[in-house]
């Protein structure tokens, strides 16, 4: 299956590039096939969101293409690469639902980590870090700990780790999966200003059909039980888009869209 | 300080009054266990003794508890780096944690001289609590920070450096406190059986025979307070790094089936390991043997012990009196332990009933399981005479507090909401305890078994050392006077085995009951 990003991006390159995978965990004896041979194109530049129910093996599909984990068969490339040789560049950002966040170190620390991995000068990129901090509004919390910050605000340091190499492919599952509905949409809004900010393409999981549809230039349904990928759909709302677009009723004929999507493929 | 430090420091005040008032009224209290103000003025006319002794032992715990704990991190490192390294050390570990500590006095005195079995014996204790307090906290870190290196190209390496070693550090700390007053028990346990001149275990082997309770109370006293003082040290530290005083009582170690790593492994490999960490102790004490060119007359081999306990020509007079030893000494280590943990789950259940009492208790029950039980001996000495006894309640002591500690915890882990379903249909406390509290701690119960286990052991043990000439603590006493080291030897080592079997024979029936649950 291939989803394109029609229009906009110009020549399609695909930055990720996921093809024909399949892989089965085994636990105790039992197997899971979390997902049964699954293709996937992330065209350069686009914004792909991921829903289904849990375990249609999504965040497995997300972590193939970090590197976490290795298909059993098939391919996964990102940049032509595979991700493992990418990563070490650098090049990849990475959130999760849960911060993940070394609590011993300040905001400033936490989002230098990266640097500090891929063995580069700390020093050299202050200005970036100090950016980062601003874009993401955290902007006097440099010198803080993630334990005197909210829940909402130490997402936004995750993301701005996530973001201060300047990846060109960002992954991000659910990271606001914890949130509550208020921050959940102003941190939708602020993840859109910033991706639109810079150069990435991202990959993002998620639970939320709003999320998906407000943020996604393509949602990918997928459907467990093996995992795989049941159906893809456009989503054409011009960028920026406004927070008057959840309200509006062309966005909630694609919730709906998605909603019946995820209702044929068993998930609700 | 807190409410409850101020309850538990006017609860020690009030006892001390009280204990002055009846000495000062009834003479026969006074001649049994002294006054405070006694042993006040007893400390006066033998400081200059104290001085020497306690500066020796200090000496000691401190240079043993230095190599000990440096030894137990980086062995915690490996651990965590090389999984099948545990595994393959697994005997090793339990046998330090599990060995009667006494026991191995006498042998360290035959192959070493001056000070040093007091500061080995120390290393050798503390190793345990800090390696595994350590190899917890490396290990038991945020699943999604590994993601996070790995992601930046970092290796298992980097997730050490990053990661794992700065989030350890609480655990690690949590290890030396506990580790603190152990490396001076391990000293005092040493110089028994090293016969040095000084150190406080020396002092009270010496002060046994007068029997003056005003002294043998203070030098116990003095065990305690020196011990303390290493716990508050690493407790002060802990406070200021970590800003928690989280995690008191040190968990056993995990049984291996539970690293994730045995499950991914071949059924050969699994064998292999197990035959690994059965064997690595006896090679161990093989290899040390021979690369320090220790004659096979004073330290013999494992082959050797072998022989000597069944094919030489004097294995069925050292069979018979090892069976006669275990005889006296694993009974009563079998009823201090069963009266000991009955005791602290009846004192832990009391607690669920009456909140209060814990606040009090907990603290007091928190700093005596620290307190070396060297200290009690004088008191038991004192109270019990040299019986079977004192052998018990000893035995018995040692086993309620840190077990009692353990179960109270798990009686505060019952979900709120369980035991308030109970209350929300008119329940009162004894049936929330009878219905819900109980049945969800009964697990506890087994870890606190694998924890005390070994203590009511030593207990017994040092008890029989000191006081009773009985059982096993005597017969390795008895035979170090007599210079016999193969059944110096031979007796250390059943010790050991008997306590590695008592802690495996635990965890076995812990697993088993897990597995129906």
Redesign the interface.
């Known amino acids: 299956m291939t989803a394109e990003q029609p229009g906009t991006q110009g020549r399609e390159v695909a930055d990720l590039s996921i093809t024909d995978v399949s892989k089965t965990f085994r636990a ?1 004896g039992v197997s899971t096939v979390a997902l049964a041979s699954v293709t996937l194109k992330v065209a350069h530049g686009s914004f792909v969101a991921i829903i289904g129910a849990s375990g249609c093996g999504k965040s497995t599909l997300l ?1 193939l293409a ?3 984990e290795e298909p059993d068969s098939g391919e996964v490339l990102v940049r032509n690469e595979p991700p ?1 040789t990418f ?4 090049e ?3 959130a ?1 639902q ?1 911060p ?1 966040l ?1 609590s ?1 170190r300040t905001v400033r620390r936490n989002i230098a ?2 640097f ?3 063995g580069r000068p700390v020093a050299a990129h202050r200005q970036r870090i100090d950016e980062l901090i601003e874009l993401v509004g955290l902007r006097g919390y440099g010198d803080a700990l993630p334990g005197q910050l909210s829940g909402g605000m130490r997402q936004r340091v995750a993301i701005a ?1 996530a973001l201060v ?1 300047n990846p060109s492919v960002l992954l991000l599952d659910e990271p606001f999966g914890a949130l509550d509905q208020i921050l959940r949409r102003s941190m939708n809004l602020e993840l859109q200003r910033i991706w639109m900010a810079s150069p990435t393409t991202a990959l993002m999981v998620t639970h939320s059909i709003d999320e998906a549809a407000f943020l996604a230039d393509q949602v990918v349904v997928m459907q467990a039980a093996p995992g795989r990928i049941s159906d893809v759909i456009a989503v054409p709302f011009p960028r920026p888009r406004a927070p008057a677009l959840f309200a509006a009723p062309e966005f909630h004929a694609v919730c709906d869209q998605l909603a019946a999507a995820l209702e044929r493929c068993g998930a609700s | 300080m807190k409410r409850e430090q101020w309850i538990t420091a006017a609860g020690v005040l009030a006892t001390l009054m009280l204990w002055e008032v009846t000495g000062r009224i009834f003479p026969g209290v006074r001649d049994l266990i002294a006054t405070p103000s006694l042993i006040v003025a007893q400390y006066r006319s033998d400081a200059a003794l104290y001085l020497p002794h306690i500066l020796s032992t200090v000496r000691s715990a401190t240079f043993g508890f230095v190599i000990g704990n440096g030894i137990a991190i980086i062995a915690a490192i490996l651990f965590c780096r090389f999984p099948a390294l545990e595994y393959a050390f697994h005997g090793v570990n339990i046998a330090l944690f599990a060995m009667p500590a006494i026991v191995v006095g006498p042998v360290l005195a035959i192959i070493l001289s001056g000070n040093l079995p007091q500061i080995v014996l120390s290393a050798l204790v503390v190793y345990f609590p800090t390696m595994s307090a350590a190899l917890v906290g490396l290990r038991d870190i ?1 699943p ?2 590994p ?8 290796d298992s390496n ?1 997730i050490l450096r ?2 794992r070693l ?1 989030s350890a ?1 609480p655990a690690i700390l949590a290890g030396l406190r506990a580790a603190a007053p152990l490396s001076v028990l391990g000293a005092i346990l040493g110089e028994f059986g090293s016969g040095v001149r000084w150190g406080l275990g020396s002092f009270l082997l010496g002060s046994l025979g007068e029997a003056d309770p005003a002294r043998l109370l203070g030098i116990g006293f003095a065990a305690t307070a020196v011990a303390l003082v290493g716990y508050g040290i690493f407790a002060w530290v802990g406070r200021r790094v970590t800003g928690s005083t989280a995690a008191v009582t040190i968990a056993a170690d995990r049984s291996p089936d539970e690293i994730s790593f045995a ?1 991914q492994s071949s059924w050969l490999r699994h064998v292999a390991l197990l035959v690994a960490a059965v064997l690595m102790p006896f090679l161990l004490w093989w290899l040390i043997l021979r690369i320090s060119h220790i004659s096979a007359i004073i330290a013999p081999g494992p082959l050797e012990t072998l022989r000597y306990l069944l094919t030489g020509p004097e294995s069925s007079d050292a069979r018979a009196a090892l069976w006669s030893a275990l005889g006296e000494t694993l009974p009563v280590a079998g009823l201090g332990l069963v009266f000991g943990i009955l005791a602290a789950f009846l004192f832990a259940a009391l607690t669920v009933i009456r909140p209060a009492a814990a606040a009090v208790i907990m603290p007091a029950a928190m700093l005596l399981q620290s307190m070396p039980l060297i200290a009690l001996i004088p008191l038991v000495l004192l109270l019990f005479g040299r019986d079977t006894t004192a052998s018990v309640v000893i035995s018995v002591l040692v086993v309620f507090f840190p077990a009692f500690v353990l179960l109270a915890q798990g009686f505060a882990l019952v979900p709120r909401a369980a035991r308030e379903l109970v209350q929300l249909y008119g329940g009162g406390r004894s049936k929330e305890l009878r219905l819900v509290s109980v049945p969800y701690s009964a697990p506890y119960v087994f870890a606190a078994a694998k924890l005390v286990a070994p203590r009511a052991l030593l207990g017994v043990m040092v008890a029989e050392w000191l006081l009773s000439g009985r059982g096993l603590g005597n017969l390795l006493n008895s035979s170090r006077g007599l210079l016999d080291y193969d059944r110096v030897w031979a007796g250390a080592v059943i010790s050991i085995l008997i306590a590695v079997l008592a802690y495996e024979a635990i965890s076995l029936i812990e697993r088993m009951i897990q597995k129906t649950q």
């Open positions: 105790r972590r970090a590197g976490l493992r990563r070490a560049r650098g990849l950002g990475i999760f849960d993940a070394l011993w980590l990266p500090q991995i891929l780790r190499t | 945020d999604r920070l993601d996070i290196v790995r992601t930046y190209g970092g980097a990053f990661v700065r550090m499950s």
